[in-house]
């Protein structure tokens, strides 16, 4: 019974490419969210994302971010002409229904990105 | 929106100690979870405690939710509890917005 998995688990860009962060939930959620950790900060909630529908993008930057979850296939997170302020940790969670106030959160192991 | 504090920020140990973490939210949760960040980043589950108190182990976490606090216990320390101690509570408006306190940071010597 596989946990939330991402990958890849450490991806280095230059500033300008682009970073493809990928997310498979646990079998049988179809809820997924993405936070993002500074260096020595707290988790903070981009993007929260049913199967084909974005429901709620608040915490995620209006510019160069963009995420989706198709019907088939990961969760993508996709970060457009990086720059060294995104370098950070990407964690993705994922749940069965939107009722997430009464049951835990399990977050998958995170990807690092760093920008050189 | 609701504040989480986590205290102390950073907490050094001896081997086989023992050690009470704190964090404290500004608004009534319905529900709250504590996290150990190990060193190699991987953020791992410890409790999920709206209220009342559980045990895993040598780990137990006890909330007060009427008085707005919980309690993270860790007796006979080890090498590999090190790593950084985070709450997290839900926003009323949106509950799979998790806000997370900034961390204890602990280090366990042997």
């Known amino acids: 019974n596989a946990g939330v998995m991402q990958n890849p688990r450490h991806l280095v860009r230059r500033r300008g490419q682009e970073a493809r962060l990928r997310c498979s939930p646990m079998k049988g959620h179809s809820h997924v969210y993405w936070y993002r950790q500074l260096p020595e900060e707290g988790l903070k909630f981009m993007v929260y994302l049913q199967k084909e529908n974005i429901i709620d993008e608040s915490g995620m930057p209006k510019e160069r971010f963009s995420a989706e979850f198709p019907k088939e296939g990961p969760s993508i997170l996709r970060i457009q002409q990086v720059v060294r302020g995104d370098s950070a940790a990407y964690f993705c969670?994922?749940?069965?229904?939107?009722?997430?106030?009464?049951?835990?959160?399990?977050f998958g192991n995170g990807t690092r990105l760093t920008v050189t | 929106g609701i504040q989480v504090e986590q205290s102390p920020p950073d907490l050094i140990l001896q081997e086989g100690a023992n050690s009470t973490l704190r964090c404290n939210f500004s608004d009534s949760v319905n529900n709250l979870q504590w996290f150990h960040q190990n060193p190699w980043g991987q953020l791992i589950n410890l409790f999920y405690i709206p209220s009342g108190t559980k045990q895993n182990g040598r780990l137990s976490a006890t909330t007060v939710a009427t008085e707005r606090y919980s309690l993270l216990y860790i007796s006979s320390s080890q090498t590999t509890d090190s790593g950084v101690y985070f709450c997290?509570?839900?926003?009323?408006?949106?509950?799979?917005?998790?806000?997370f306190g900034s961390g204890t940071r602990l280090l366990v010597r042997p």
């Open positions: 969670a994922s749940s069965p229904s939107d009722r997430v106030w009464n049951s835990p959160l399990h």
């Open positions: 997290a509570v839900p926003r009323r408006d949106s509950s799979y917005k998790l806000i």
